[in-house]
């Protein structure tokens, strides 16, 4: 109960941030920049759009996580809003979970403003038959804001703002290249390829969560990919904010 | 507090939003209980990561706070009071000892389901209306929603901030936020109050009205555990005080028996400017006070009064008033820690 608390209040204090309103009229002006640029794709401006569209709810996203939520928890520290709240029953896992759970929800339902403008603008143009690959591969990049905000998360509990943000962003760039860097340690020899599979493992498979290449053909995915995804970033999560719970219990707040 | 502000209003009666059995009961008969802090071998020290090495914040405290008792608790800066509260509201973590709050170990969240928590200096979210964060606050510590509402807008009237409750928090003044401060501490109705300079940054008025609702939770039955600089304050509200010093406990005690256990010193008041000159025997015993167009001698030693005032009317001096003078808080304080600071002097040269 008390985490949904701390999620509610972080969700307004997301959504009422000038930075949020700013990312998500950027991504609607660029959703309607791929209809002006339309003649420059050369018969491919619905593939275009379709992809420039679903790249916009994950680079936004991830803008989203680097700006508010690599200093979420740090924030609270430094201007000590976080002594009102830790002094109450409040356990410290719940309150990250809470923080997780609210700039998660409030990444959601950018995706969702972003997917559903999307849609529409398909819709209109009389593609309303791509409405489930959309509705799916919105739902995945969701998924993959949800991961991504985990570390972000643990991070801001453990260090500052600017480090923060530079380990979130390293963290998302390498766990976009996850499937190279297996391929890569099968042509190493033995030592060498378990620490970079280990590496591997431990980098979140960002890979599972793109399925651009299908919706921009309209084309939607199987339920057991959705199941696997939604499991696996369950999983994730639940393991990165369980280390920073570990993490965050032992902190002094002077 | 800001009197100024058109939203200013006295403090009133209290609400009685959560009933309690205490509540009814005298704070003498309070006392008697259970204690509300007990605190025992509390120790903190603080490990600076990159030279390892150590400070102590707080050395071995052995404290209790009865239930319903006022309790002052007084040090320089850096004595250790902020530590104390710190870890008793869960935000420092102890290096060793044990504390409990109303009977429930601090490493038991629930410990602070009856705590009100006021930090030095409380910040808030600056997008939040005093409304919003003092529901959000309220909620946290166990209140259903329709209870927290009534109580955020019941408290908000309280500190005098009724007329701003829809006003974002960012465009509030500092005494606004100290009052809202008391509000978050205090809108659950909490058995224990730790209050850490609650007074700070507030104007006469708003000192006044802190007085007050201090008073007010005494009443009640409520145990408040405060600190503060402002020693004239802690004099008038306060059952018992601890004086710390240097991370130790150096005294407990009723204001009364702190001042009863001093040594009094007379005023012997004079008419004009006497030109004498106290002798050699009066030393260490009398010494001479000019101020204010005044002039007095103070007698350190009441038993030599006599004697004093015998060599006073042979030199021709008028004596207008004879005056006991009893050490207020702030001297004995003062001397205290003049004291420690002079013994722990002796200890480092004797090492």
Known sequence: MNALLIAQNTFREVVRDRVLAGIVIGGIVLLAFTKVAAPLAMGEDLRLTVDLGL??????????????????????????TIFNLLSRPLPRPLYLVGKWLGLTAALAAVAALLGGALGLLLAVTGHASYAMAITQAVYLAGLELAVITSLAVMFSALSTPVLSALYTLGFFLAGQWCDDLRQVATRLPSGSREAVETIANLLPNLSLFNMRALASGGDPTSALHLLLATGYAALYCGCVLALAAAAFESRDFR | MNAQSPSHQPLTAASGIRPDPYRSAAPAQLACREAAVRIVGLTKTYMNPWTLKRTCGLDALDLEVHRGEVFGYLGPNGAGKTTTMKILAGLLKRTSGRAYLLGTSIDDVRSRTSLGFLPEQPYFYDSLTGLEYLEFVARLSGMQAQPASRAARHWLGKVGLGQRERLVLRKYSKGMLQRLGLAAAMVHEPELLI???????????GRRDVRDLILEQREQGTTVLFSSHILPDVEALCDRVAILLGGRLERVATVGELVEGAAPTIEVSVAGFPLVEVPGAFAGTLRRREAGGTSAFIVEDPARLQEVLGWLLSHGVTVTSVTPQRPSLEQLFLAAAESSAFQAQGVRRQG
């Open chain 1, 55 to 80: 790249s916009s709810i994950s680079w936004l996203g991830l803008l989203v996580i680097l700006t508010v939520g690599a200093a979420l928890v740090n924030k609270e520290i430094e201007r000590r």
């Open chain 2, 195 to 205: 209050l850490d300079e609650p007074m700070s940054g507030l104007d006469p008025f």
